[in-house]
């Protein structure tokens, strides 16, 4: 059973900083990809930011430069820095953990942590 364990949401001010951090534990092989959606109010969810298992990064556009994803691959752990938040960064966040399976691929989700931008 594998399981992901997001922290580090928050109320931030525009400007600011947060980490998100996602946890991985249980039977986990064959990594494809590791990364962070959101989910804002009245919004279709969209992919935020992605790291494959040799180290490729993908970033939504209205992140480039202000997001940075890391991966720590001894701890299965996927780190998401964000800086310069804006208040349309408003969203739950959601850990995505994408490995090869037999069928193509399979996904895990965590169960997401908010994160607000607001004077």
């Known amino acids: 059973q594998v399981q992901l364990v997001e922290s580090g949401g928050g109320l931030v001010q525009p400007g600011g900083s947060l980490r998100l951090s996602c946890a991985a534990s249980?039977?986990?092989?064959?990594?494809?990809?590791m990364g962070w959606y959101r989910q804002a109010p009245g919004k279709q969810g969209e992919l935020v930011a992605a790291i494959t298992g040799d180290g490729n990064t993908n970033y939504e556009d209205s992140v480039k430069g202000r997001f940075t994803i890391s991966r720590d691959n001894a701890k299965n752990t996927v780190y998401l820095q964000m800086n310069s938040l804006k208040p349309e960064d408003t969203a739950i966040y959601y850990c995505n953990l994408e490995v090869w399976s037999l069928s193509g691929t399979t996904n895990y989700w965590g169960k997401g942590t908010q994160v607000t931008v607001s004077s």
């Open positions: 249980g039977s986990i092989f064959n990594i494809k990809a």
